[in-house]
Every structure is written in structure tokens, then in C-alpha cells.
């Protein structure tokens, strides 16, 4: 909303979420979001767990190929330990940024709530958006993910110092 107030965003951009904690597999209701929106942002959060079967790698995923099974555009968020970026390699676009402390309700509801918040996960919006830059390299390198947790050492899919430069459309 606030990059909608700075006349950075159209003010005819609607934003909806979808909060898919603990579900493992893509649901009806997340279909009938992602196939009504013109472009679909998933945030992945992974921890040290990152086998297939923990829901914060199941249901991503799952989302993921649904969308692109059904031709959704689609933006991948890593945060946290984004060390699954590997996993959607094919999404539309792919960025990650450490840290998961995200955005509370009342701070989307109120652009101007003094509640505390992390500040990657609102920086990697603005940029998905448009409303900023960014820089950066990846500090380590992100081997293939395999869907026991294990990272296949030798299929590197972004390697160390990989990493892009996104300028801001206003």
C-alpha cells in the first residue's frame, strides 16, 4: 500500500494472500487464488528440515508446479535459509533474501503502525513490485535440493558470487 501512496504502484493493483502454514499440498481454495491472479508471489520460508515431507517445502513446491502446469506467472520468494532456491529454478523470476521476519497484519492494514517488522521481506517486495533496487551476491553457493533434505553437493544450481542487479522502474 505504500508504494501505492508514493504513486509507485497503480492504485488499481490488488494484493491478496494466502497463508498455507502446515497444509502439505496445494489446496482448492490456493488454486482458485493463484488462477484468478495475474501474477502469483510465493514466499518459501525453509529451516534446517528441508525434506519434501515438511510443509514448508511440500506445499511451495506443490504450488509451484501447479503454476507452472497451468502456464500462472510465477514469482519465487526464498527467505529465511533460502537454500531451496534450487527446487524452483523455472519460476518466472527468483529472488531470495535471508531473514524471515515478515509483515504483520496490522502493518499492511496501516502503512503507518509503528509495530516492528523485519525489513527483507518488505524490501524484496518493493523490488518485486518495481518500488526499488537492489544489488547482491549470493555468499555461498545452492546445490540441487534433494526431497530427502540433503543437498547434492555436486549439482551446483547457483553458484558462490551468482547474482543480479534489479533497477527500480520509477
Known sequence: KRLQLEGKLPQNVIFDSYIYNDKNEITADAMEKMKAA????????????????????????????????EGIK???????????????????ALLVCYCAKGVSKELIENVNSQVAYGVNIPA???VILGGASCNGKLPIEIPQLEDDGAFDLGKVVYPFGAGIEVKAKN
Open 38 to 69: 495475474d501474477y502469483v508471489i510465493l514466499l518459501t520460508e525453509t529451516e534446517s528440515n528441508m525434506s519434501a515431507r515438511n510443509w514448508y517445502v511440500s506445499f511451495p513446491k506443490s504450488a509451484y508446479k501447479y503454476a507452472k502446469a
Open 74 to 92: 510465477l514469482i519465487v520468494l526464498s527467505t529465511y535459509m533460502p537454500y531451496d532456491a534450487s527446487l524452483y529454478n523455472e519460476a518466472d
Open 124 to 126: 524484496a517486495f518493493e
